[in-house]
């Protein structure tokens, strides 16, 4: 059964503050996918990784698939109120259909 | 936008009831999802269709059933709701040809009592 592991569950920092979030697996994954999700709101995705070591930007956000694409982190720049949100992150593994899905990490940027 | 609607958005229902949550989606996409969310366990897949009357069980499947007679509609039917079922119901369709990305529909609010 294919696991990913999203660390940490929870964090609280202040506007201007950096942070990573991450998201492992022993298994690895064609591609590799971050969403947020605002409150009663479904997820939306916010990018997808493919190619081992792969490093993408979106504005403050950095998004790294691991070498051996079993892993994969968010980093953000300068976090503004706007970032907080729930983050997930889902892989595409064994099945042609399905996503494996991180369990999240709710985030709050406090001003 | 994919175009996906949720009915209803909310419900509050009884032990041992039916509840029946549809999925519209106007785009023609053959694969849709549903999957229920609960704090701690992210989103956890229920059933899925890969195309009118194919579908598959999920990893949480006990005690739901669905149904798609029509591409644009995907039912997911609690045949005797129970309160372990109390939770946020998501519909998503799978985009072609993006990398397996799936679009969520705005979410089902169901609380069983």
């Known amino acids: 059964t294919q696991l990913l592991e999203q660390s940490p569950q929870f964090l609280s920092i202040q506007e201007g503050e950096n942070l990573t979030v991450y998201c492992n697996s022993s298994s690895v994954f064609s591609s590799l996918q971050w969403y947020r999700q605002e409150p009663g709101e479904g997820p939306v995705l916010l990018v997808t990784?493919?190619?081992g070591g792969e490093v993408k930007k979106l504005k403050r956000l950095t998004f790294q698939f691991g070498d051996a694409r079993k892993d994969s982190s968010l980093h953000i720049t300068a976090a503004q109120p706007g970032d907080t949100g729930l983050y997930l992150c889902a892989g595409a593994g064994d099945s042609n259909y399905q996503l494996i899905w991180g369990a999240g990490t709710k985030l709050i940027i406090k001003p | 936008d994919a175009g996906i609607t949720q009915s209803p958005r909310h419900k509050v229902t009884e032990t041992g009831t039916p509840v029946t949550l549809r999925c519209h989606q106007t785009?023609?996409?053959?694969?849709m999802y549903w999957y229920r969310q609960d704090p701690g366990h992210g989103l956890r897949l229920i059933h899925y269709s890969y195309g009118v009357k194919d579908t598959d069980k999920g990893e949480v499947s006990d005690g739901y059933s669905v149904s798609r007679s029509k591409t644009e509609d995907f039912l997911l039917t609690l045949e005797s709701a129970t309160s372990s079922q109390t939770s946020v119901y998501f519909c998503?369709?799978?985009?072609?040809?993006?990398?397996?990305?799936?679009?969520f529909g705005p979410g089902t609010r169901l609380l069983v009592l």
């Open positions: 785009e023609n996409h053959r694969y």
């Open positions: 990784v493919v190619t």
């Open positions: 998503a369709i799978r985009h072609s040809g993006q990398q397996e990305t799936q679009y």
